[in-house]
Antibody, heavy 124, light 107 residues
Framework: EVQLVESGGGLVQPGGSMRLSCAAS????????MTWVRQTPGKGLEFVSS????????FYADSVRGRFTVSRDNTRHTLYLQLNTVRPEDTATYFC?????????????????WGQGTLVIVSS | DIQMTQSPPSLSASVGDRVTITCRAS??????LNWYQQIPGKAPKLLIY???RLQSGVPSRFSGSGSGTDFTLIITSLQPEDYATYFC?????????FGQGTKVEIK
């Protein structure tokens, strides 16, 4: 059974940085692309970023492009999201999710496993 | 971006009831539509992919249908463990977008 466990959330000041992690188990991690999705009461679920299984290609939502960086370490079965220059509107619960392929952004893509999320609060 | 609109935003139903949730896309997405269930404090769970395909391990009381812009999730006989929020998500265009959710509450 696939398990995804996020960590690294907490309180960060506007303009600050934070790194989120997502540890995977129960699966050959490099066989699957990964996605970050965030959730707020007001905006619901919002796509943040994707990375392919090898870590060679990445994709970002316009709202975070240039500020967030997704990466992965397949030897450690871990996905990362580096948040820089954070804004109050980045406050959300961040989920990692596993794609049904080593690739992303294809017709028929779905997120078959999700972590429980880690809360990021951007506030002074 | 493709807008996904779910209705109703919430509903109250009793155990054993048939529940219908709809999702409308702002443009045609063929059958590139997925449904997820989220229980508070838990990870979202994939129920249906490609509009009508049941994810492995998901009870057969869940079913999905539709294509183009209009989609439906049906729970044929609501069970206590089905009280949750349900989201649709399109995988036709980038960025992937989600509906606002339908909260199913106990009547």
């Amino acid at each position: 059974e696939v398990q995804l466990v996020e960590s690294g959330g907490g309180l960060v000041q506007p303009g600050g940085s934070m790194r989120l992690s997502c540890a995977a188990s129960g699966v050959t991690f490099s066989n699957f692309a990964m996605t970050w999705v965030r959730q707020t009461p007001g905006k619901g679920l919002e796509f943040v970023s994707s990375i392919d299984g090898r870590g060679a290609n990445t994709f970002y939502a316009d709202s975070v492009r240039g500020r967030f960086t997704v990466s992965r370490d397949n030897t450690r079965h871990t996905l990362y999201l580096q948040l820089n220059t954070v804004r109050p509107e980045d406050t959300a619960t961040y989920f990692c999710a596993m794609v049904n392929s080593p690739y992303y952004n294809f017709n028929g893509e779905y997120f078959h496993s999700w972590g429980q999320g880690t809360l990021v609060i951007v506030s002074s | 971006d493709i807008q996904m609109t779910q209705s109703p935003p919430s509903l109250s139903a009793s155990v054993g009831d048939r529940v219908t949730i709809t999702c409308r896309a702002s443009q045609s997405i063929s059958t590139n539509l997925n449904w997820y269930q989220q229980i508070p404090g838990k990870a979202p769970k994939l129920l249906i992919y490609l509009a009508s395909r049941l994810q492995s391990g998901v009870p057969s009381r869940f079913s999905g249908s539709g294509s183009g812009t209009d989609f439906t999730l049906i729970i044929t006989s609501l069970q206590p463990e089905d009280y949750a929020t349900y989201f649709c998500q399109q995988s036709y265009n980038t960025p992937r977008t989600f509906g606002q959710g339908t909260k199913v509450e106990i009547k």
